[in-house]
C-alpha cells in the first residue's frame, strides 16, 4: 500500500506565493510520472503540472512562467512552487504519482487534498 500525504495549502492573497508538498511512503521500489491536479467548485479535475523521474517537466499554459514543479527522488516527494498566484488559481491541489510496488505491481495513487485559496 502506497500513501500520498500533501502539504503546504492556504490561504494567501493575489500575487502571493506557496509551497506545496507531497511525500509518498509505503510499499514502494520506484515512482514514475508524479504531477499535481487541480480541482475547483464546478469544474474538473484538471492537470496543474507533472515531472517524470529523470526531470522533465510539463505544465498547464494557465500556469507556466508562475509555477515550477521539482522533486526529490531519495525522498520520495514533489513539489510544487506557487507564485503570483492569482484568484482564478483557488481550487483543491491533489498530489498523483505512478509507482511501482513491491511484487513490480504498477498504479497509480492520489493524496488526499490540500486548499488552495487565493484572494482578491
Known amino acids: 500500500q502506497v500513501q500520498l500525504v500533501e502539504s503546504g495549502g492556504g490561504l494567501v492573497q493575489a500575487g502571493g506565493s506557496l509551497k506545496l508538498s507531497c511525500a509518498a511512503s509505503?510499499?514502494?521500489?520506484?515512482?514514475?510520472?508524479m504531477g499535481w491536479y487541480r480541482q475547483a467548485p464546478g469544474k474538473q479535475r484538471e492537470l496543474v503540472a507533472s515531472?517524470?523521474?529523470?526531470?522533465?517537466?510539463n505544465y498547464a499554459d494557465s500556469v507556466k512562467g508562475r509555477f515550477s514543479i521539482s522533486r526529490d527522488n531519495a525522498k520520495n516527494t514533489v513539489y510544487l512552487q506557487m507564485n503570483s498566484l492569482q484568484p482564478e488559481d483557488t481550487a483543491v491541489y491533489y498530489c498523483n504519482a505512478g509507482v511501482v510496488t513491491s511484487g513490480l505491481a504498477f498504479d497509480t495513487y492520489w493524496g488526499q487534498g490540500t486548499q488552495v485559496t487565493v484572494s482578491s
Open positions: 515531472i517524470s523521474r529523470r526531470g522533465s517537466t
Open positions: 509505503g510499499s514502494i521500489v520506484s515512482i514514475n510520472t
